[in-house]
């Protein structure tokens, strides 16, 4: 017996490392918390809209100001978790 993993999880482990990152994480809770919230005062649309323009203003801030740069990861957490929010927030309004 060998200390392996599974061919499957072992042929997708790498592409998925990105979100084991703690930022990322960071990403795609808040946006997941972001359009509920958003939600209470815009139309759900403008919410997720919304979300995602503050995600890309904060990879700009990186990019520009602290020049730590654009991380493409981190909006790909940020549309994961927006649509999740938006699912959790349309399962809200549903009940």
């Not at 990861?73 to 927006?82: E, F, P, R, T, Y």
């Amino acid at each position: 017996m060998t200390n392996r993993l599974p061919f499957f999880i072992a042929r997708f482990a790498p592409p998925l490392a990105w979100l084991g990152e703690t930022d990322k994480l960071k990403h795609l809770a808040a946006t997941l918390l972001l359009v509920p919230l958003l939600g209470l005062f815009l139309p759900l649309w403008a919410a997720w809209l919304a979300t995602q323009a503050i995600g890309l203003g904060k990879e700009l801030l990186d990019l520009f100001y602290y020049r730590s740069g654009f991380c493409w990861w981190d909006m790909l957490a940020n549309v994961i978790g927006s649509i999740a929010g938006l699912a959790l927030a349309l399962s809200l309004t549903l009940t």
